[in-house]
């Protein structure tokens, strides 16, 4: 066969020049100027100095200079897909969102799974939560469900977040470790912080190794509010359940992984969705009441607590395909914009502090992420149904107001958008009590149910979350922090405590951690 490599290409100096031809479009650059050489730049001679007259040159190298916007302060490293959501089982006795109440529509989305701790170029596989987000383009403004594959969370006020997140990347001082909890700053956080307890449990077990994000669990961890036609609200926490059902590595095969193919679970995603092979996950919810939840032994609105499936067991009433891997990475998986506040009538807010806090965060940090108040305007997120309101100009304006008329009420302009009556109206709930930076006691128990998650375990699996605790543990240099670990695992299991006080080489059993509430057997 003739070279791929055609002599005639080929340049005095034997730089390769491939001419325009057959369905090539001609080079130019970004104001549309034809360009006859991509290989040489403008020299006052050939083997001279280059000119600073070469615009050419300037504005390629420019452009290239400026690709990269700030990674997410978390979540940097993740992986995007498109897909649908289909209702099977209307919840219109509950809400008037028509994405759970019109059954046999395809809703569109955009779904991206990440890590948490990692910068955006660290391994697929260390240790950590897997960010679950969804996008949903319904037709009533999108509705996005910003979860993690743990139902629960380290915290309980948003206020500690900075904290949490600070003692979890990587240490100021030395840059280190970027993707794995094993160090001290985290455990000394963890230590100090005894809500984090059951969330710890769910880390320390094989959960956080998954085999494919393919087969992991989402959920929106927080109660939510749905309203329906008559203003009655129930409240309901979401739980995606991936179909092909949960599967994990072992630590050994997790490490080998992360050496042998740092996109391990990118490329996995990608492969399947991409040969047809598209993951599913059902959507189930959990309904209750205001009086149910009253009797509940624990607060609803502490995100460091499950509802029990015996308590509330879960309906499933729809289901999200994957199916189309995005044209373009950076356009689609870095650029969107997820926000717990992105909601849709029917669809109301708890007051569970750590949510309440999110709100403002995303949008916030995502200004200095994207860069204008206009991100809305980039295409994956962008709604699919109409919009139209009288803010206006702004960095990077793709969407100018029409016409003179940017105010509202306004008598001058026949088109302009008007209030909708149908529109979103928050629950008007009845809120009493003293103002204050104050923390209810129903926030006190810490222990019961990362008792229950660790006995709900499997004796293999129980032996992997001690050793997981053992070998993080042995990491952390400050003997304090791991007897303060020690001191908390005897409030969740006294054996599980033996095994990581005798694992870790400890010469007693420290005294127990002090205690607000009893610990108890929820199971
Ligand atoms: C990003 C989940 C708590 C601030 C994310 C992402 C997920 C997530 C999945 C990645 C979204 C994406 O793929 O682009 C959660 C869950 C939480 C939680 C489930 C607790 C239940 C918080 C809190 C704050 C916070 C309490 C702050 C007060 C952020 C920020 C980002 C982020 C700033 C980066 C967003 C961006 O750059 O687009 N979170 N998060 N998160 N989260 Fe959270």
Redesign the pocket.
Known sequence: PPSPFPASELGPAGDLHQPLSGSHPGLTTNHGLPVSDNQNSLKAFSRGPVLLEDFILREKIFHFDHERIP?????AR?S?AHGYFELTDSLADFTTAKVLTETGIKTPLFT???T?AGGSGSADTPRD?R???VKMYTKEGNWDL???NIPV?F?QD?????DL?HAVKMEPDRGFPQAASAHDTFWDFISLTPEAMHMVMWIMSDRTLPRSLRMIEG????SFRLVNADGKSTFVKFHWRPRLGLQSTLWDETVKIAGADPDYHRRDLFEAITSGAFPEWDLAVQLFSEDEAAAFPFDHLD?TKLIPEELVPLRVIGKMVLDRWPDNFFAETEQ?????SHLVPGIDFSNDP??Q??L???L???LS?LGSPNFHQIPVNAPTCPFANQQRDGHMQMQPQQGRVAYEPNSLAADSARENPQGFRSFPATESGERGRIRHDSFADHYSQARLFYRSQLPAEQAHLASALVFELSKVAALPIRQAMASHLQHIDDELARRVVDGLGLEAMPAPAPLARPVTDMA
């Open positions: 990674e997410r302060v978390v979540h993740g995007g991206r799974i990440s948490v939560v960010g679950f987000a910003v979860g993690n969370f915290i948003a206020i500690k977040f900075p997140i959920f929106g961890i927080h995100a969107v914009a997820f926000c717990p750590l949510l806090g999110r403002f965060s995303y916030d940090t995502q992420r």
